[in-house]
């Protein structure tokens, strides 16, 4: 860059040619590895949460890629070696839906092929369409190091998920066995259960009869789904239920099979749900499951792995679920078995990736008993070694790691880490790290490995070593772990957070990181969820085209703060575009008019004018108050903090005030007005530099004889000789006067060419009077001298504290026609009054028009009769 240092900064800022040219220049400068670092700097690392390898950039990706991006340069500038490691997530249930609509397309599906081809046509598929996700990140500006990008299914990490699961079999803590799980029809596997989502939907509640066997009684039975009835073991009543308490340790027959189920008592049965009685289903309900172990009852499963019923259920055997709940409730009600149906709200279980209802099925899956990891989880945020931020979020995590159930982590796909598991005839089980060559109990070869491969979320759980090279002590897991800072959503603080803190604490003994930072989700500008059903979805590609991606990220980093979702409408990108413009326009000012020289020398504090002080000042309590609030990860704050600075003091002030220097003759004060534009912009721009790279790295390039790039430049630290409370005061008066004034020049309609006299009165009199150049300058004051016996009596005055300004009327305004124009101006306004005084004295208005449109009166009577009595005060200041 250092060619282009001195060269003419252009008018405007080209996005769109600067963002790929900086960003291929920082790689290949290396400046995103740790090593840039000296030898010695403390490691900050943050790991990626890996995107799907089948993902398309969305607001999310854009939110936590800006975040980390921040954090990752932030802690750089300050000196350390700063590691983001990227990657991307194998996706097992999503690849492996994409692969198979691919073949679906060509006539085929996996089985037809078989899982080796199979498995060569998602890797093909990976390769041609895996990388996208990675060139989306590169163009938010994700500074990561991309010579260690790794992939949840390479061969490193892969190792370490193997040597995971075979020490969790070693310690006891895995085991295989029928199961009551969470089962997906349409995606043919075991679902985790935090891969349900519950949504509430219209149905029906279906009452029926029980009969109690060998009499005419029954008793009143309501179920949402009656197609399970053909599994019931039990119908259970609470013990302490008059209704009812009769029928205890009776038998009960089964509609239309007429099996025969004993009625027991329970006291988790809700006697004032539905008809207070509960049919008992252990193998399609998770609360019944748990009353059939208590009462030791029989489980039966009526249904397929495709949500067809099995041969359990009789002469409903082969049919749909959906398609036997209409057969068997026709048939019940032929027999006299019905009593009515009623609409009901239920909260139905869908599977997150395929959408369809999720089934409870006894299955037999691989376990992970959950309870001795989770309490070293507990333990860990419990005792301040890990830190969650916001705090809120502890309870939340704390409540699910102590209600943990055991893990499934086994998965009917074929795109993913098989289980490492073998068989033999005689059913005995080898789990071994490499592929065995005899059954280890009793030596048999004839071994076939398991079919099934390990949840997605067993081998993200891993993800902040294994990306480091565990299994194996490699120099990097030495020099980088833990990593320091986890940043993601809200919403997956169980699925990975969690797995990631018992994982690291498990395995090494260590905590994978010490903070967690969640943010919220992206909503659109009026608080609804992205969708493209809903067609209010802001691309993020699209809007850095159109705005740039400093633009879009700065939106996103000041728009929230930690732990809340954030309303994104396109017109604040649009708004920090146009901050990004006036930082070009501002620094290419202050650059333009440094002249030929290449070194500056910032004056001492003692030596700056007023105004220099005052900005100086200024800049150094900003540099504290980002310091502070970057550490405390209000992130949002210290944006919006810059850019009030440089948007509405520095620009709008100082470099409006700075030109009475630079354009003067007084060389010395050229020279120290150049000096303070310089350091406030080169400062600045370190500091915005987490926030907006591009455009602050671009701006960097032209400033004289300055480091060889802002993305490795030291981040300030506030110099406290600088900080001067006193300046602070006086320029805060000043701007307040002149505010006041500009607002008195078109109150009584100055032409803003016209040069004015000020008369200044009270004890900071002399020191208003001794600034009159910055008053010159911004509201066209022509001189400003100390009240000595002048009237006062045909004259505005303005007040600031402890300073009054007089503007004497006669040298602002011709008397004569400003007081005719004031007395038509009255006229117009009393006329206007008495309009609106008759309508609302009108009972018939008042009694007929719509109470909104009677309020909008009073409030306009009430506008004019202020302005009424702002004209009548003008006409008698002019006498």
């Known amino acids: 860059m250092s060619d282009q240092q001195r060269a003419e900064m252009p008018k405007n800022f080209d996005f769109r040619e600067a963002e790929a040219r900086l960003y291929q220049w920082w790689e290949k400068q290396g400046f995103f590895k740790p090593e840039i670092a000296p030898p010695d700097a403390k490691p900050f690392v943050i790991a990626i949460p890996p995107p799907n390898v089948t993902g398309e950039l969305h607001q999310g990706h854009a939110m936590f890629v800006s ?24 996706a097992g249930i999503a690849t492996q839906l994409q692969v198979e609509k691919m073949l679906t397309k060509e006539g085929l599906n996996r089985r037809d092929i078989g899982r080796e081809k199979f498995l060569e046509r998602a890797w093909q598929w990976k390769e041609k369409y895996g990388g996208a996700i990675i060139h989306q990140l590169r163009r938010l500006g994700a500074s990561c190091d991309w010579d260690r990008l790794r992939f949840t299914l390479d061969e490193s990490l892969s190792r370490g998920v193997r040597e995971a699961f075979v020490r969790l079999w070693e310690q006891g ?63 259970a009543v609470h013990p302490e239920d008059e209704r009812y308490q009769k029928y205890i340790g009776k038998t009960a027959l089964v509609p239309m099979l007429d099996r025969e189920i004993p009625v027991i008592a329970d006291e988790q049965v809700e006697r004032e749900f539905g008809t207070g009685a509960l049919k008992i289903t252990p193998g399609h309900d998770f609360t019944d499951y748990e009353i059939g172990k208590k009462h030791n009852l029989p489980l039966i499963n009526i249904m397929n792995k495709d949500a067809t019923l099995n041969q359990h259920a009789g002469p409903y055997a082969g049919l749909d679920r959906d398609v036997s709940r209409q057969k068997l409730w026709a048939d019940m009600t032929a027999a006299g078995l019905t009593l009515k149906t009623e609409p009901y709200k239920r909260t139905t279980p869908r599977s997150q990736r395929g959408g369809e209802i999720v089934e409870p099925l006894l299955s037999e899956q691989w376990f992970v008993k959950m309870e001795p990891l989770a309490q070293k989880a507990i333990d860990a945020v419990r005792n301040g070694l890990i830190k969650i931020v916001p705090e809120r979020f502890e309870k939340v995590y704390y409540n699910w790691l102590e209600n943990i159930k055991d893990w499934c982590v086994s998965r009917q796909l074929w795109w993913g880490h098989r289980i490492p598991a073998w068989y033999c005839p005689d059913g005995h089980i080898t789990v071994s790290r490499e592929t065995p060559t ?20 067993f081998s993200s759980g891993l993800w902040p070593f294994s990306t480091l090279g565990w299994s194996e002590q490699t120099p990097d897991l030495l020099r980088y772990y833990p990593t320091d800072v986890l940043e ?9 957070v969690a797995r990631m803190i018992m994982s690291g604490l498990w395995f090494l003994d260590q905590i994978p990181f010490h903070t967690v930072y969640l943010h919220g989700l992206v909503r659109d500008e009026h608080g609804e969820k992205m969708s493209k059903t809903k067609g209010n979805v802001i691309d993020p590609l699209i809007v850095m085209d159109k705005y740039s991606t400093d633009a879009l990220r700065f939106t996103l980093l000041t728009g929230g703060s930690p732990g809340n979702d954030m309303n994104l409408a396109e017109s604040q990108i649009e708004y920090n575009r146009n901050f990004g413009n006036k930082l070009w326009q501002m620094s290419r ?4 008019n440094l002249g030929d020289q290449s070194s500056f020398s910032l004056p001492s504090p003692e030596k700056l004018d007023a105004p220099s002080a005052w900005i100086m000042s200024r800049l150094n309590t900003l540099v504290s108050n980002v310091n502070r609030l970057y550490d405390s990860h209000q992130f949002g704050e210290g944006g919006r903090q810059i850019r009030e600075f440089l948007w509405d003091e520095f620009a709008d002030w100082y470099v409006e005030i700075s ?6 003759t007084d060389q010395d004060a050229k020279q120290d007005t150049r000096a303070v534009l310089l350091t406030v912009i080169d400062t600045c721009l370190r500091l915005l530099h987490p926030y907006m790279p591009f455009i602050t790295e671009e701006i960097w390039s032209y400033l004289p004889n300055r480091e060889s790039a802002l993305i490795i430049a030291a981040f300030p630290q506030p110099d406290s000789r600088y900080l001067n409370e006193g300046a602070t005061v006086i320029m805060d008066q000043v701007r307040d006067l002149i505010v006041k004034l500009r607002n008195t020049r078109v109150t009584y309609n100055v032409d803003p060419a016209k040069r004015i006299q000020a008369i200044a009165e009270g004890e900071s009199a002399p020191r208003i009077a001794a600034l009159a150049p910055i008053f010159s300058r911004l509201c066209n004051i022509e001189s400003i001298s100390i009240l000595n016996g002048d009237s006062t009596a045909q004259a505005a005055a303005v007040v600031s504290g402890d300073a009054t300004l007089y503007l004497p009327l006669a040298g602002m305004v011709d008397l004569s026609a400003e007081r005719e124009r004031l007395s038509k101006e009255l006229g117009t306004i009393s006329a206007q009054i008495d309009k609106t005084e008759k309508n609302l004295s009108n009972e018939q208005f008042v009694s007929r028009a719509k109470p909104e449109v009677v309020e909008k009166e009073r409030a306009k009577l009430a506008d004019l009769k202020q302005a009424q009595q702002s004209v009548r005060e003008r006409l008698a200041a002019l006498g």
């Open 67 to 90: 975040i980390e991006d921040l954090m990752i340069r932030l802690e750089r500038m300050r000196g350390k070696a700063a590691l983001w490691i990227p990657g991307t997530d194998h």
């Open 438 to 457: 005899q059954c280890a109990t009793c030596g048999s070869t004839d071994l076939h490995q398991d079919e099934d491969v390990l949840d997605t979320w």
């Open 488 to 496: 993601t959503g809200y919403d997956i603080l169980f699925f990975w």
């Open 173 to 235: 803590l895995l085991y295989r066995g029928p199961r009551l799980i969470n089962w997906s029809p349409g995606l043919q596997t075991a679902v985790s259960d935090l891969e349900v989502e519950y949504e509430e939907e219209d149905a029906f509640l279906y009452y029926f009869k029980y009969r109690i066997a060998g009499t005419d009684e029954f008793i009143p039975v309501a179920t949402t789904r009656p197609e399970t009835i053909l599994g019931d073991t039990a119908v």
């Open 659 to 664: 030109k009475n220097a630079l354009y003067g």
């Open 589 to 592: 000012f202050v650059i333009t």
